[in-house]
């Protein structure tokens, strides 16, 4: 079984920027769909980007335009690129393949976001 390990996460003022990346110990090669998950306190977690294998991207309306998510089937990996980041960007961050619609790995721990004065 795959295990994903997110890193890059820490606390940033309003209008910074940070790089998450997500390491996966095995191929991520034959996942065509790799996203980004968020899971802000009491509310539930959501998918906010995604990445075909192709290099396709589609975003969550909330991110599109300040995040920008990519992959390396090389290196099984894949990054998400915050730019001016606002505090309800405030959350957990996970990666995870997206297999009919549904998270496919088992979750990592997960990187904390902090957005705050």
């Known amino acids: 079984q795959v295990q994903l390990v997110e890193s890059g996460g820490g606390l940033v003022q309003p209008g910074g920027s940070l790089r998450l990346s997500c390491a996966a110990s095995g191929s991520i090669a034959s996942i065509n769909i790799m996203g980004w998950y968020r899971q802000a306190p009491g509310m539930e977690r959501e998918l906010v980007a995604r990445?075909?294998?192709?290099?396709?991207?589609v975003y969550a309306d909330s991110v599109k335009g300040r995040f920008t998510i990519s992959r390396d089937n090389g290196k099984n990996i894949i990054a998400l690129q915050m730019n001016n980041l606002r505090p309800e960007d405030t959350a957990v961050y996970y990666c995870?393949?997206?297999?009919?619609?549904?998270?496919?790995?088992?979750w990592g721990q997960g990187t904390q976001v902090t957005v705050s004065t």
């Open positions: 995870n393949g997206v297999v009919r619609g549904l998270p496919y790995f088992s």
């Open positions: 990445i075909f294998s192709g290099g396709t991207t």
